[in-house]
């Protein structure tokens, strides 16, 4: 739509493909904030809580017990999703600009396929290789 004065607006003058690019890249920003900062928070949070055991006279024996992400299974599986994630949104950031002209999104695509095998090495499945796997006798 044109203003008073015949010239279009900002967003008449701006390709749809510069709106979905410059959409895209905030969101891939937004993610890859979001997944390093949550993966930072939990693998360098510790927490540690001191209680009383006993009480004895007018002593109290205290105990410290510490809490960390490497404790808990689901927890470990966490930072590293969030760190592969991370990783994988800033790498697309960055080989974007790169590959205008060379197939970005089949690269993209091989790098979602990439990245099975890395969600299955942070869960704790390793791959069985060829010669342990039993077959026909």
Not at 46 to 66: A, C, D, H, R, Y
Not at 85 to 96: D, F, G, Q, T
Not at 126 to 132: A, D, K, L, T
């Amino acid at each position: 739509m044109a203003d008073e004065n015949g010239k279009q607006t900002e967003t008449e003058s701006r390709p749809w493909h510069q709106t979905v690019t410059l959409l895209l890249v905030s969101l891939r920003l937004a993610a890859f904030v979001a997944t390093s900062t949550a993966a930072g928070l939990m693998a360098f949070n510790k927490e540690t809580k001191t209680i009383t055991v006993v009480v004895v006279g007018t002593n109290p024996i205290l105990q410290s017990f510490t809490a960390a992400f490497q404790q808990t299974p689901a927890f470990v599986y966490f930072v590293l999703a969030n760190a592969i994630a991370s990783l994988y949104n800033l790498l697309a950031m960055l080989l974007r600009p790169c590959l205008k002209n060379i197939g970005r999104q089949v690269l993209v695509h091989l790098l979602q396929l990439r990245s099975g095998p890395l969600k299955l090495w942070a869960q704790g499945h390793r791959p069985v290789p060829p010669s342990s796997r039993a077959g026909p006798a």
